[in-house]
Nanobody, 118 residues
Framework: QVQLMESGGGLVQPGGSLRLSCAAS????????MGWYRQAPGKERELVAE???????KYADSVKGRFTISRDNAKNTAYLQMNSLKPEDTAVYYC????????????WGHGTQVTVSS
């Protein structure tokens, strides 16, 4: 059973930075795609960023140039570095796992709250 554990959320002022971590277990991490989604109150869950097994990345337009996704296969951990945070980035952030040959995530973390406010 794949388990994903997020950490690193919190309260930050506009313009600040946070780094989210997602530790995975129960999976062959190196061949899986890892991602970050977010869901704000009253809105649907949306893709923020994803990184594939070969290191290819994609980002939502709203975070390009501000957020960076990365992975450390030796630690079975994915990261999301968030800079220049805006109030509209406030949401619950979820780590996702997509097994090979799947087109959408098949495992999710429980989520971590990110609040951007002065």
């Amino acid at each position: 059973q794949v388990q994903l554990m997020e950490s690193g959320g919190g309260l930050v002022q506009p313009g600040g930075s946070l780094r989210l971590s997602c530790a995975a277990s129960g999976t062959i991490f190196s061949i899986s795609a890892m991602g970050w989604y977010r869901q704000a109150p009253g809105k649907e869950r949306e893709l923020v960023a994803e990184i594939t097994r070969d290191g290819s990345t994609k980002y939502a337009d709203s975070v390009k140039g501000r957020f960076t996704i990365s992975r450390d296969n030796a630690k079975n951990t994915a990261y999301l570095q968030m800079n220049s945070l805006k109030p509209e980035d406030t949401a619950v952030y979820y780590c996702s796992h997509r097994s090979p040959l799947r087109s959408s995530p098949n495992y999710w973390g429980h989520g971590t709250q990110v609040t951007v406010s002065s």
